[in-house]
């Protein structure tokens, strides 16, 4: 669990970056959080420094639009998706609960599961 700071801190419609793993992006969506990979799948881009377009967020390099509830880009030039991540929040302090990426057996293709 990864301590993001006070909700008050982070009003509709503003990002932040704090650091698991990988550096993780979480955004304030009137009102509902989301936290997704900072890093952009196509190159290396903050998407925490990306425009909040509803629901996604458009890369600042190269426009490519992340869903933030899938973490699905909506097309070129991103292909791959990022993680997203569960976001709680306890007596106005937000946390970000990181997906950990799981290999999964023989299919070849990554799974994931919150810790
Ligand atoms: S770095 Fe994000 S779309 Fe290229």
Redesign the pocket.
């Given at each position: 669990m990864i301590l993001v700071g006070e909700l008050v801190d982070l009003p509709p419609g503003e990002s932040v970056r704090v650091h698991g793993d990988v550096a993780i992006a979480v955004f304030n969506v009137d009102g509902e959080l989301y936290a997704i990979d900072d890093t952009?799948?196509?190159?290396?881009?903050s998407l925490s420094d990306g425009w909040l377009e509803g629901c996604a967020v458009e890369?600042p390099?190269?426009?490519?639009c992340f869903d933030l509830k899938t973490g699905m880009p909506s097309g070129p030039?991103?292909k791959k998706p990022v993680r997203t991540h569960a976001v709680t929040v306890e007596d106005g302090v937000i946390y970000v609960h990181e997906t950990t990426r799981v290999e999964a057996p023989a299919q070849g293709a990554p799974a994931e599961e919150v810790v």
């Open positions: 952009c799948s196509h190159q290396d881009a890369c390099l190269h426009a490519a030039p991103a």
